[in-house]
């Protein structure tokens, strides 16, 4: 079986599923498991690139407010023709941050012996888990991905009994900075998950544009900051969107030095299984507590003048 993914979440289901040495094509930006996607051709690119513009000016770029303009993906449909896939996996969740499934399968009407578009669209974490074993079935391992499916599940279960009973925090989580946009789908689940209460979006939510006096209204007991396809680093640079901002210093989580940066494309933004691995690093973040793996500073950085938690 030849597979071209289209999608960073699906190359790392697809890894997850040990398939990995199937994979023949995938986009630039899939880059999990390291050392093993890096041989991978790359079948698309971006239209601009991000690293030299603010949130604003990529916002902008790709639709704005309405978050319905054309993809930062372009498709290299030569490219894709050559690796002669047999199966071809994309998404049609969000129209910006991957190639949609209308796009592509106008793309693949247009090759020679016809393959396979499966499209994933999760919004929940048990979507992301069905996403799992609905691509196990269409790839040939059930098993496999029947076996993997209930680890990622109990992994969840020790999250929220590692949590239960513990004081529940009130969290904002921050997948844009400007404009603010609020984190929505799995993630509202992530926060519960880890023992928190999530503000401003709700589970499954494709969520929108937020003013900040929703964020100050909300006096958040914690902020995370995870926006989407940005590495820690560069959030960290563009903290000044929101320390500007008026009220920032009263909000009970600056206040109390619970304002933290995580790794979003890793764990937060794409809906892939790692999302897992992005609830037990809120159980720390929110409780200090641990959960699988120990939490490095790469993966939740505490800012905001105080020091991260050990775990």
């Given at each position: 079986m030849r597979i071209v993914s289209l999608l960073p979440a699906a190359t790392d289901l697809v890894a997850v599923l040990g398939l990995a040495d199937a994979l023949v094509g995938r986009t630039h930006e899939c880059?999990?498991?390291?050392?093993?996607?890096?041989?991978?051709?790359?079948?698309?690119?971006?239209?601009?690139?991000?690293?030299?513009?603010?949130?604003?000016e990529i916002s902008d770029a790709v639709g704005g407010a309405a978050h319905s303009g054309s993809s930062l993906y372009t498709l290299d449909t030569e490219a894709l023709a050559a690796l002669a896939p047999d199966v071809v996996l994309t998404q049609d969740l969000c129209d910006v941050c991957a190639l949609s499934y209308?796009?592509?399968?106008?793309?693949?009407?247009?090759?020679?012996?016809g393959p396979r578009v499966l499209s994933l669209e999760p919004r929940t974490l048990d979507d992301v888990l069905d996403c799992l074993t609905s691509l196990g079935d269409a790839l040939g391992v059930p098993e496999r991905a029947a076996l993997r499916r209930a680890e990622l599940t109990a992994r969840l279960a020790a999250v929220r009994r590692?949590?239960?009973?513990?004081?529940?925090?009130?969290?904002?989580?921050?997948?844009?900075?400007?404009?603010?946009?609020?984190?929505?789908?799995?993630?509202p689940e992530q926060i519960t998950a880890a023992g928190g209460t999530p503000l401003l979006a709700a589970p499954g939510e494709h969520t929108k544009p937020m003013d900040w006096d929703a964020v100050r209204d909300a006096r958040p007991d914690v902020v995370l900051l995870l926006p989407c396809g940005f590495p820690p680093g560069r959030t960290v640079r563009e903290l000044d969107l929101l320390t500007s901002l008026p009220g920032w210093d009263d909000l009970p989580a600056v206040r109390a030095g619970e304002v933290?940066?995580?790794?979003?494309?890793?764990?937060?933004?794409?809906?892939?299984?790692?999302?897992?691995?992005?609830?037990?690093?809120?159980?720390?973040?929110?409780?200090?507590?641990?959960?699988?793996?120990?939490?490095?500073?790469?993966?939740?950085?505490?800012?905001?003048?105080?020091t991260r938690r050990n775990g």
């Open positions: 880059d999990w498991p390291p050392g093993t996607v890096d041989s991978i051709p790359v079948v698309t690119a971006a239209e601009f690139s991000p690293d030299t513009l603010t949130s604003r209308a796009g592509v399968s106008r793309a693949v009407r247009e090759l020679d012996g590692l949590t239960e009973g513990l004081r529940r925090p009130r969290v904002v989580a921050i997948e844009w900075l400007d404009p603010l946009w609020p984190a929505g789908h799995w993630v933290w940066v995580l790794d979003g494309p890793a764990h937060h933004n794409r809906p892939g299984p790692r999302v897992v691995r992005g609830a037990e690093v809120l159980a720390h973040v929110l409780h200090g507590v641990r959960a699988g793996e120990p939490v490095s500073g790469h993966e939740a950085q505490r800012i905001a003048g105080t």
